[in-house]
């Protein structure tokens, strides 16, 4: 009979998955898998977009593209992808709706799921190099204890970019021993990806790419009917969802900014002290330290560990004797997924290619270039070659040590790397423990009560996207039924703004406003100037709640709290 440790030695990936989900509890807290806990997500700006555009998404009718969000936004919306919330949860959540609790959040589940997966595919990897139980068991920890993923989590916050999984998934069909059916498996991983992020989705589909050559190279009469299948499916999803319909514009900006460091591999803090009005962020090592950067390369962040330094150390004493066994020829196969993570970390860097704080431009082509500004934060484009290089060191480590020594040496990796980079998660999850409901609004006032009886949509004018205010507005516009463009999106609508800039021009111009539409004025000069033209008699400026509020076809009202500007 087995004893229980060999069961679970054969089945490692349920191993693997465990101690992803025990990192979970570590570092993100059991408090996240309350469903009805959402007041932690208010705490990060990027955050509350997610939640306030689910909770919009979730109580709004289906609509045809399924994936729009129409009413979170208004002529900025577009699908819940743009406020980063996850479609693959959100749609099927949403068909829930009615069985869920009033306030739901299923961003812990999420996270919990990305935990998991990221040692059940470190694992997979892992068989693919190596026969011992053990070892296999202890590579997928390190992938558990890699510090890029978690990042996401804790301190810079987006639940989407905790995925690395679906990365890892893409580079294990990259690697052989090969599948007979990878058109099969490519085409699911790039349907599911497309309905998680759009840079996730970016990468795996420039990995596909490189598999694809590969196989072409070797017998192109059988590769041409993959891409025309694949593509055509994914294209259906995510036309036929609406999944990627939304705002658009021509220059967002970020392009060489949101970059990736070339030190970012053993700078332990992406952040510059007191940048983005956050006094500190911690650093993500006892030991390294913190290399001075540039302002937005906390997007490149990339941090190894000091474990992770240790295995590189170990897999470059190895490799000299590896290349002796391995005939060269073996590797050109692969030449295609070498020159695609070398571009995609070259795409990382940017033409603003920055040593520490010592930049360098270099000239871009300028297709290249437009690329770039439309993903902004390139740096995130160095995650496919920071995981290959974690695979190759495991590997060579696998491969020339004992396994006994290879045991010993992974389990001091892991050990060290968990230790090292407990200072970063300890120092950023403070938010992930605040609990509570949807946060109040600070808009209380009587006021919001009757205008919501009498307006449709509440609007910015200026309208500004990631307004100081926005989650604050869109709660209460919520509470009433309205409709808003008080919004936080991924990308902001340029036709949109347009339209919003000649609304308010043509009420200066002429002292007319929609009268379906509340509007906060979010400039006080822009206040002073509707003072000067607006018919009092027959509408209301006014300070509500310590805002400005425009009320065409209302006087206002008596003991709301409402003051006259």
């Known amino acids: ?34 469903v009805t806990n959402a007041a932690w997500a208010y705490e990060r700006n990027d955050i509350s977009a997610v939640q306030t555009g689910w909770t919009y998404y979730r109580y709004a009718p289906w609509t045809w593209p399924i994936a729009e969000n129409p009413t979170y936004g208004m002529d900025f919306s577009g699908s819940i992808l743009f406020s980063d919330a996850v479609p693959l949860m959100a749609i099927p959540f949403k068909a829930l709706s009615p069985i869920l609790p009033e306030t739901f959040q299923y961003l812990g589940l999420w996270v919990l799921a990305s935990f998991v997966l990221q040692g059940v595919f470190g694992w997979v990897i892992m068989s693919k190099i190596t026969e011992n139980p053990m070892v296999r068991i202890l590579g997928a920890f390190v992938f558990s204890v890699t510090p890029l993923y978690i990042f996401r989590l804790t301190s810079c916050p987006h639940m989407s970019l905790t995925a690395h999984w679906l990365l890892l998934a893409a580079i294990n069909l990259c690697l052989p021993p090969h599948t007979r059916r990878s058109g099969l498996w490519w085409g699911v991983l790039l349907a599911a990806t497309a309905f998680v992020h759009v840079y996730t989705f970016a990468m795996v589909a420039t990995l596909w790419c490189a598999d694809l050559a590969r196989r072409f190279i070797a017998n192109w009469r059988t590769t041409w009917i993959e891409p025309l299948g694949v593509t055509a499916f994914v294209a259906a999803l995510v036309l036929g969802s609406g999944v990627w319909s939304g705002p658009s514009g021509v220059f967002q900006g970020g392009f060489t900014w949101f970059k990736m460091n070339v030190f970012s591999f053993i700078d332990p803090n992406g952040w510059i002290e007191g940048a983005w009005d956050i006094p500190h962020w911690g650093t993500w090592s006892y030991i390294m330290p913190d290399i001075p ?36 020829k073996q590797t050109y196969p692969y030449a295609p997924l070498a020159l ?9 860097a940017s033409q603003n290619v920055t040593f520490g704080t010592f930049n360098l431009w270099l000239w871009w082509p300028e297709p ?33 040590l004992s396994p006994r020594t290879a045991i010993a040496a992974l389990a001091a990796v892991v050990v060290i790397q968990a230790i090292d980079i407990s200072p970063g998660w300890r120092t950023d999850r403070a938010y992930l423990d605040v609990a509570g409901g949807l946060p109040p609004t600070t808009l209380t006032s009587p006021f919001w009560d009757e205008a919501g009886e009498r307006y449709d949509a509440l609007r910015l004018a200026p309208h500004a996207n990631a307004y100081k205010s926005h989650a ?15 919004v936080y999106l991924s990308r902001a609508s340029t036709s949109a703004g347009e339209a919003s800039a000649a609304r308010i021009a043509h009420g200066l111009s002429t002292g007319e406003w929609p009268a379906d539409t509340l509007f906060i004025i979010t400039d006080k000069h822009l206040a002073q100037r509707i003072a000067a033209t607006l018919d009092r008699s027959a509408n209301f400026l006014g300070r509500v709640d310590d805002v400005v509020v425009l009320a065409p076809g209302w006087t206002g009202c008596a003991d709301c709290g409402a003051a006259p500007f």
Do not use: C
């Not at 604050?472 to 008080?486: K, P, R, S």
């Open 368 to 400: 290249l270039r437009k690329l770039g500004e439309l993903f902004r934060a390139t740096g995130r484009f160095i995650w496919p070659l920071y995981y290959v290089m974690f695979i190759v060191a495991l590997f060579l480590v696998s491969r020339r």
């Open 472 to 486: 604050n507005i869109a709660l209460m516009a919520f509470a009433h039924g309205l409709e808003t463009d008080a």
């Open 293 to 328: 950067n540039w302002g937005g390369d906390y997007e490149g962040f990339a941090y190894v560990g000091l474990g992770g330094l240790l295995l590189f150390a170990a897999a470059a004493w190895a490799l000299p004797g590896m290349l002796r066994q391995v005939p060269l």
């Open 340 to 348: 695609v993570l070398i571009g995609m970390a070259i795409f990382a």
């Open 1 to 34: 009979m087995q004893t229980f440790y060999e069961h679970m030695m054969q089945r490692g990936w349920i191993v693997a998955g465990l101690f992803g989900a025990i990192m979970f509890l570590i570092v993100g807290g059991p408090q996240l898998l309350d």
